[in-house]
């Protein structure tokens, strides 16, 4: 089947700081990649929707200047947390989308702020 | 947005049994997908259900699709420690909308030898 490859697949920063997330479809061209996040013991909340060379559909309550999102490929999208804070901590996962009626996940991304 | 409930919320159950775990949804659909996460991990894709489909098998997995109701089952028969996870419905709305999942709540599923 299709690999989604997320990296990393944990990270701890210290508040203030920006991380950046990747996602990565390996053997599939991805038209669309998603990107979630998951509070533990929760489920999981679609952030936003890229579309490679435009720009990022996000979801109500999602702040954009905050969780800034690059899908400048087929095969890459990007995730980056900026200034990021304690209440950011949480796990992201990323889905890609290619030619079919499935999205592949990535193995998702704990990050910690500190 | 998150539009799925599962039930019940946590089952606890022995080796050898069966768990019945449900979902249900508020909108059209496209397909429902059933997905395993255990505790800090990804998503492992289970199975795929259209919704012109009714049921459908994958070894020890059944999964049941109502639409006039809005309501999915997923069965798990003779089941195993390693089953012990986190089960989660997501469907996809039958619409254009990118193909975004809604996630349900999820059911934590605890199997004990």
């Known amino acids: 089947g299709a690999v989604v490859s997320q990296h990393p697949s944990r990270v701890i920063c210290k508040s203030g700081t920006s991380v950046k997330i990747e996602c990565r479809s390996l053997d599939f061209q991805a038209t669309t990649m998603f990107w979630y996040r998951q509070f533990p013991k929760q489920s999981l909340m679609l952030m936003a929707t890229s579309n490679e060379g435009s720009k990022a559909t996000y979801e109500q309550g999602v702040e954009k200047d905050k969780f800034l999102i690059n899908h400048a490929s087929l095969t890459l999208s990007t995730l980056t947390v900026t200034s990021a804070h304690p209440e950011d ?6 889905s890609a989308r290619g030619f079919t009626d499935r999205a592949f996940f990535g193995q998702g991304t704990r990050l910690t702020v500190v | 947005s998150q539009q799925g409930e599962e039930d019940p919320q946590a089952l606890s159950i022995q080796e050898g049994e069966n768990a019945t775990m449900n979902c249900s ?11 395993r996460q255990n505790s800090g991990r990804g998503l492992v894709h289970l199975i795929l259900i259209r919704s012109n489909e009714r049921e459908k098998h994958s070894g020890r997995l059944r999964v049941t699709l109502d ?4 309501s999915s089952s997923l069965l798990i028969t003779a089941s195993r420690a390693a089953d012990t996870a986190s089960y989660f419905c997501a469907t996809a709305p039958d619409s254009n909308s990118g ?4 996630f349900g709540k999820g059911t934590s599923l605890l199997v004990t030898p």
């Open chain 2, 25 to 35: 949804y508020k909108t059209s659909i496209n397909n429902l997908q059933w997905y």
């Open chain 1, 89 to 94: 901590s949480s796990f992201y996962i990323c």
């Open chain 2, 67 to 70: 639409t006039s109701k809005k």
């Open chain 2, 99 to 102: 193909y975004a999942l809604n």
